[in-house]
């Protein structure tokens, strides 16, 4: 006998949605409506909002009337996506905290796929579960990209795919598994955590602005005693107009440097000799030979400068902050 549709729904897990953006209300309007077209709708949905105008804040009330879940409007003078995050689940009451950001656009059964994995798991090990962007996959390094790569991860065997290797280097998941797979980190957007376990551990406030690695810090922390998983039945598609809005490429390298180390020192525990000789030789040499042989105009070629000058000053902060007595091994002050 099938059971009541009522019944059903009570036994799925709830799912809140928080959204970061700031001054990209067009997108988000995109977003919202993917949302909509879902089979299985979040209980309610949270939109942090940093804008110095009122495009966003309109955009929600005109759509209340619209969409068939609840979404609130919060507004914040805190320009830093993953503080936006960490405000937008405080107001989260559901059994999921699914993170989004403001340029994704939902493929059929996203919720759905997401919520499946977690009702899967009888053992309530698995912490969160990612979905898979369909523009943004794993491909096996080859030749020389990968030769160079395993000087500075350490390893030349398997596959990378959702892994973190050598210093901190984090790869996207593979599109070609079958229903879901296990994986050392997860990114910051199409990402569910049970929302006590994401309250325990948060983004931390070191992070803030643009703060590269902030979803590495956390899902690893996170996986030292929880599971993570993806799965290639919940799908989206990410525009990822983030990377159009970087003008300071000195700070951005620098970020790069401080926050790789950061988890690499702290989170795993990496902190020999070998682990920063492998930090600098991915910060410095291997990125600077993937962006020449990937053809450099003359734009293309300041901006390689600026970002290599940020990195190496964001390892002379790194020398200087070890060789400090008030800082411990391992340890960087940001």
């Given at each position: 006998m099938a ?5 059903h729904?009570?036994?799925?897990l ?5 959204i970061a953006?700031r ?16 089979d299985v ?6 939109v942090v909002?940093s ?7 309109d955009?929600?009330?005109g ?8 979404c609130?409007?919060i ?7 993953a503080?936006q995050?960490?405000l937008g689940a405080?107001?989260v ?6 993170f989004?950001?403001d340029d994704v656009v939902?493929?059929?059964g ?9 009702h899967?798991?009888?053992?309530g ?11 943004q996959v ?9 030769f160079l790569?395993?000087l ?8 990378y795919a959702?892994r973190i290797l050598?210093?901190a280097?984090?790869?996207?998941p593979?599109?070609?598994?079958v229903?879901?797979?296990?994986v ?6 199409c990402?569910?955590?049970?929302r ?5 551990y948060r983004f931390e ?12 810090h956390?899902?690893?922390?996170i ?5 993570l998983?993806n799965?290639t039945r919940a ?6 107009l983030g990377?159009?809005?970087h003008r300071?490429?000195?700070a951005?390298g ?5 926050n790789?180390?950061?988890?690499m ?13 492998r930090?600098?030789?991915y910060?410095?040499l291997?990125t600077?030979?993937t962006l020449v042989?990937a053809?450099?105009g ?7 400068t ?6 190496l000053?964001?390892?002379m ?5 070890t060789?400090?007595a008030?800082t411990?091994?391992g340890?960087?002050?940001?």
């Open positions: 059971r009541p549709e009522s019944l729904r009570a036994e799925r709830t799912i809140g949605v928080v953006t001054g990209r209300s067009r997108p988000l309007r995109d977003c919202l409506l993917s949302m909509d077209s879902q709708l979040p209980e309610e949905t949270v909002d804008s110095a105008d009122f495009e966003t804040r955009l929600i009330a759509l209340r009337g619209v969409l068939r879940f609840e609130e409007y507004h914040t003078t805190v320009a830093s996506a503080q995050r960490n405080e107001s009451k559901s059994d999921l905290i699914l989004l950001d939902l493929e059929p996203f919720f759905a796929a997401i919520s499946d994995v977690f899967s798991d009888v053992s090990r698995v912490a969160g579960v990612s979905g898979t962007i369909t523009n794993y491909s096996d390094p080859k030749g020389l990209n990968r790569l395993g500075c991860l350490g390893t030349f065997r398997g596959s959702g050598g210093p280097v984090n790869f996207l593979a599109d070609g598994a229903g879901a797979q296990e050392d980190w997860l990114p910051s957007t990402t569910a955590f049970r006590d376990i994401f309250l325990a406030r070191t992070f803030q602005g643009y703060s590269f690695a902030e979803d590495v956390l899902s690893t922390r996986a030292r005693k929880y599971r998983m799965t799908r989206v598609f990410h525009a990822d990377k159009d809005t300071d490429w000195a951005l620098e970020s790069q440097v401080k790789r180390h950061l988890i020192t702290t989170v795993l525990g990496k902190t020999g000799l070998t682990d920063h000789f930090l600098f030789a910060e410095i291997y600077a030979c042989v053809g450099l003359k734009r293309s070629r300041r901006k390689l600026e970002l290599m000058r940020g990195k000053r964001g390892f902060k790194i020398w200087t902050a060789g400090s008030s411990t091994p340890e960087v002050r940001l």
